[in-house]
């Protein structure tokens, strides 16, 4: 069994910042990818950012100069930073692992929500 931890999510205003985490635990093989989804109301899940093994990132274009993904060394723990926050960023944030055999785990989100 895999759990996946997610913290940092908040309520912010326009401009300010966020960092959330993703914890990885249990029986997880070893991990090939994290990454970033996110899922605002009305619209379909989409990707922020991943890195994988090497350390090798790729945002979406909505985050670019703004998110930055990271992963803890060794650890099973991955990291956003989210600056320059805009309304349009207000959605539920996923944590996605794969691990080398290419077996997919969801966090249970989230919430991030930037006023105006």
């Known amino acids: 069994q895999v759990q996946l931890v997610e913290s940092g999510g908040g309520l912010v205003q326009t401009g300010g910042s966020l960092r959330l985490s993703c914890a990885a635990s249990?029986?997880?093989?070893?991990?090939?990818?994290m990454g970033w989804h996110r899922q605002a109301p009305g619209k379909q899940r989409e990707l922020v950012a991943v890195i994988d093994s090497g350390g090798n990132t790729n945002y979406a274009d909505s985050g670019k100069g703004r998110f930055t993904i990271s992963r803890a060394g060794a650890a099973n723990t991955m990291y956003l930073q989210m600056n320059s926050l805009n309304v349009e960023d207000t959605a539920v944030y996923y944590c996605l692992v794969i691990d080398a055999r290419s077996r997919s785990y969801w966090g249970q989100g989230t919430q991030v929500t930037v006023s105006s």
């Open positions: 249990g029986s997880i093989f070893s991990i090939a990818t």
